[in-house]
């Protein structure tokens, strides 16, 4: 076979350059052009649909913020749960500007606020902070509370690896979850990539669930 367009011989057959270059911008158009499916389904991979159902307990897992406490206080008045169980690490700065020394039980004091009986609440005091820590936390009080049913609600893009640690760990309970994700201002379907607070969102919680996957913890 003699030289071509697309191949060269010297010792063994190569592609040359143009070819090179050829597939190169090929890739890079087909990038470009389908931009908006690759954005999306970075976004949809991560973040589950909702799939809210009447439980036993609502439970507000994470560093949560006044959206999703409100979002929480709103499907408990309207009956998707018994209790709200909060949960959080111990405050680091600004300590002295909470009554209490941890988020579990600062997310109580303004859910008691808007009109929730203090019975109603159950902090989760968890002696490490994580995801993971504040599932293995929960267990006796779940237990406790005789919880069979619990519908998670948390920031959307947290939402994925929430659900499939409480999942793992409770795998022997077989307790159900569902999903009532928030869905943050800066990390929307379509919005996501244009701001520093979405991109750093998802790709950080794209790291931690290779670590979650690593440790077994999902």
């Known amino acids: ?12 057959w190569k592609t040359t350059l143009s070819f090179k270059l050829i597939i190169f911008f090929s890739f890079f158009f087909v990038i470009v052009l389908f931009r908006s499916f690759w954005l999306q389904s970075i976004y949809g991979i ?12 609502i439970l ?30 111990k405050i680091g700065r600004f300590a002295d500007c909470y009554k209490s020394d941890n988020y579990a039980e600062v997310t109580k004091e303004q859910i008691s606020k808007m009109g929730v009986e203090d019975n109603k609440i159950i902090p989760i005091i968890q002696s490490e902070r994580g995801t993971y820590n504040e599932a293995v936390s929960s267990k006796l009080l779940f237990e406790k509370y005789n919880i ?12 994925l690896r929430t ?27 379509n919005n996501w990539w ?16 290779i670590y979650y996957w690593f440790k077994g913890y999902i």
């Open 148 to 159: 069979k049913s619990v519908l998670i609600v948390t920031s959307n893009w947290h939402m």
């Open 1 to 12: 076979m003699k030289d071509n367009f697309f191949f060269r011989r010297k010792t063994t």
């Open 60 to 89: 507000i897992e994470g560093w949560t913020n006044d959206q999703e406490i409100q979002f929480a206080v709103d499907l408990f008045k309207q009956g998707f749960g018994k209790y709200i169980f909060t949960t959080g690490y």
């Open 194 to 209: 244009k701001n520093h607070y979405g991109l750093e969102y998802l790709f950080r919680e794209y790291l931690k669930l």
């Open 46 to 57: 991560l973040v589950p649909e909702p799939n809210i159902e009447v439980a036993d307990a």
């Open 163 to 189: 659900y499939l640690t409480y999942k793992k760990v409770f795998e022997e309970k077989h307790i159900a979850f569902y999903l009532a994700p928030v869905e943050a201002e800066m990390c929307k379907v």
